[in-house]
Structures are given as C-alpha cells and as structure tokens.
C-alpha cells in the first residue's frame, strides 16, 4: 500500500464527507434543473438561455477532463516538456474550433452535429454515420474519464485491489445516467459551470504553494524537477518520450495533428454551441474558454514540474497508474505529507475536485451521445421523423443508461492506461470521423450524400481498427491487454494516417457519387452559417 493510501485511510471520513457534499450539492442542481426542462430545446440545449460567460465556464468545465487534470500533470511528471506537449495541443485546437466551427455551427444546426450534416442531404444514411461516429467517440473519451476515477478513488480510500476501483467506476457511471436523465443539458451545464470555478481554485491553489516552495522562481522548480527525475537536463527538452526513434516522432507528429484538430470534431463539445441564443454568443463562450483553458493549462506545468520535483519520479511510477496520480500525490506533500492533517485535508480537497471534474465530463458526454441517439438515430432515422418530442426525450434517457452501461464494462479494461493517451485516441477518432464531414459540409459546395457518409465511415473505420492493432490495446505492459500480442501499426495514435484518409474519402466520394449537390441548399446554408438569418 503506497503512503498516499495509508494517509487517505486514516482520513477516510475527511475526504467521504467532501465527496459526498459535492455530490449531493450535484443531485440538487440536476433536480433542480429538471424541474424547469419542458421540452426537446430544454433538454437538448438548456434552454438556449446561457450568456457567453456560463457557456464559456461550462465548455471548460467539459474540456478540462481527468485527462487535463490528472493525466496531463502525471505526463509532465514523467515525461517532462515532451509531457507539456498535451497542454499545448489541447489549447492550440480551440483555435480550429474558434475560427472554422462555434459560428457556423451555431448558425446551421439545431441540436446535433448531424443537423448541419443532414441541411442540404439525404436525412437517414447521413444521421445514421453522424449518430454512430458521436457514440463511438463518446465512448472512447468516457473510458478515460472512468479510468481515472477509478484511479483516484481506489487511492483515496486506501484500498489496492481492483475491486475498489470497479465498484467506483459503476458508482461514476450510475451517476452520470442520473444527472442526464433526470436533470438533461440544463443541469449538466450548471455541474459544468460548478466544477469549472472549483478546478480553477484548487489548480491555482496547488500552483501558489508549488512555487512558494521554490520562492516563485520558475527556474528553480525546473532545475529541481529535472534533478529528481533522474534524466537531468533531457527532462526539460524535447525528446525524451517522443525523439527516441523515427516512430516515436512520427507518434507525436500524429499525436500533436490529432489534438489540434480533434477539438472542433468532439460531439460534447460542438452541442455546447447550441445552449446559446445567437451565433455572437456562441463566438462570446469560445472567447471565454480559450481564456479560462489557456490558464489552467500554464498552471498544469507547475502541477506536473512540481510533482516530478516534490512528489519523486519513483514514487508516481510505484503507484502503478500511468502518472495518473501524480497531482493528488503533489497535494497531499504540499499540506505536509503522508500522515499529517493538513496533507491529508489537501489531498481530499483536491481528490474531490478532480472527482467532480470526472462526473461534470462524463454527464456531458453521456448527453451528447445519447442526444444523438434519440434525435438522429432515433427520431430521424429509426421513425422517419414522425416521433413525438416526448418519445425523443424518452429515447435519449434510454439511450444514456445503455451507453452508460457500454461505457462502465469497457473501463473495467482499460485501467492500466493513462487518461490523457486515451482521450488522444478520442480526440483522433472525432478529428477523422467528424471534422472532415462538417468542414466539407459547411464550405465546399459539391459535397454529396455519399462523400458524407464514404468520410465518416472511412474516418471511423481506420482510426478505430489501426488504434486496435497499436501498443495501446496489446503489446506492452500498459496495454489494454497486456498479456496478447496482436499488433502491427506502429503508432500509438491512428491521426497521422486516419485524419487525412477521412478527408480523402469525403472528396472521393463525391468525385464518384452520381448524386449533384443542390446549389440552392448549399447558398442557403452559407448564408445562415454567416448570418444567423433562419437559425433556430
């Protein structure tokens, strides 16, 4: 048992009694909010009521993951600048998002990305791709945001077997069907916008006493983590992760591509754009989490350099969680150590952040998945659009306990993985299968039914098999199976090679298609994407 373990042990009512508060101040909110959802826009898109500012706090409450939280600072711990590198592309991707998709997308569609997708083709093959590539993606990003709360609550309570860390992962996964299902995307935004002030405030707690500790010189932080890691100076420079080999580099080529793109392509993220009035709105909310995002992530490089620093190389490694752990471990030394009251005050303080970090994205995935269930597959596809509001509304909460329950067997596998690698593979998954679609779909007037569906279908396709045949799901010791062999790419991201055949398939597609686009829907739908005029 780790000292981290015996300490939350001996504090166990502390840290119980935080969960629990936020927890329960979480239902409150959700109930609340489903109390004032009536119908399909209530749930779907809160209303539409959000000014720029809650939107902005909630997108970072969605964005700012157990990856961002935990995974990011355990990278950085173990792997130093080239860890940094996650933060970097995470923040550089809301430049895509902020430019190419939250106006357009605001302005063409209603509820889904399939909306846009489905303006000027044919409804049912195009929301049947759109619909199956946003469960896929959610899918994927809600087993690192599982994975991590198992991690982190298994520590806490002290207990190593992995009993805990199931039994907590089917704890998060009952929860997060209650908050959709009950409190719909209006009780989600506000356990986002909660969540959001509460991880700055700890982030930037955790940041002042880190450099207090080094006389707020940053220079001296970096020298003393690159002296604990036992790397020296090649801690601090790029290379140690990603320069080991032509495939290392060609990985974080990949890796870097499939961040920086990933973002505008991410379902939980591209509905968030719907839960304002207007389009300037929409503009306003990404304003504001490119702000909020870009300064946690300036602060996850004291959290990461703090723990190399403070917390030990060895002692993150020996807990056996990808680095996973490093930022609880960093809390509990800033309050005093293993043992100590204020060590012990800290680490769940924080332990209840990052918990509720992991509840505010799940809820918000779950949403948007199950969303795209109920209004493209279901509604759209499976009942030819005659279904009743009330029959949607029944079908996406159906939908989230289902995806739930997908999502909670997977990340019983998956928890020897680190949060932030996992999340890249969403991230890959979302920049191959739906970025191409929606890019082609909103500026290239030519683009068919069939280029459409031929780049959604190739882009889930490739990514998905060529992230099944990688180290990530057999090979080496932190794979999804560690014990099989079975792979043959060499990367441990599919981006380099399954973003660009995503596009290539939608341009294929429809050179070869015999269908012609509709100029008159294509004119209609640049001139709402730019101006808002018949927007919803």
Known sequence: MTLLASSATEHRGLTMTLFGIFVLATLGITVWAGRQTKGAADFYAGGRGFTGF???????????????????????????????????GFLVAWLVALLLVAEPLRNSGRFTMADVLAFRMKQRPVRTAAGISTIVVSIFYLLAQMVGAGTLVALLLGVSGDGAKRLTIVA????????VVIGGMKGTTWVQIVKAVLLIAGTAL??????????????????AAADASGKGAAFLEPGLKYGASGTTKLDFLSLGIALVLGTAGLPHILVRFYTVPTAKVARKSVLWAIGIIGGFYLMTLALGFGAAAIVGHKAIEDTKSSGNTAAPLLAEQL??????????????????????????????????????FAHDLYANVIRR???SEKEEILSAKWAAVAIGAVAIVLSLFAG???????VALAFAVAASANLPTLLYSLFWRRFTTTGAVSSVYAGLISSVTLVVFSTVVSGKPTALFPNSDFHW???E???????????LAGWIGTLLSKEKADPAKYAELEVRSLTGLGAH
């Open 206 to 223: 955790m940041t002042v006493l880190v450099l207090a500790k080094y006389h707020f010189n940053p220079s001296a932080l970096l020298g």
């Open 489 to 491: 790419f060499p990367l």
């Open 385 to 387: 659009g005659r279904a």
């Open 54 to 88: 809650q939107n902005g706090l909630a997108i970072s409450g969605d964005y700012m993951s157990a990856a961002s939280f935990l995974g990011i600072a355990g990278a950085i711990a173990l792997s130093g600048y080239d860890g940094f590198l996650y933060s970097v």
């Open 416 to 422: 020897k993985l680190n949060t932030a690698a996992l």
């Open 493 to 503: 991201n599919p981006g380099l090679v399954s973003i660009p055949i995503g596009f």
């Open 172 to 179: 998060v996964g009952a929860l997060m069907v209650i908050y």
């Open 335 to 372: 309050g005093g150590g293993a043992g100590t009251t204020g060590g012990a005050i800290l680490l769940a303080v924080i332990s209840a952040v990052a918990f509720a970090t992991i509840l505010a994205v799940v809820a918000g995935l779950t949403l948007a998945s199950s969303a795209s």
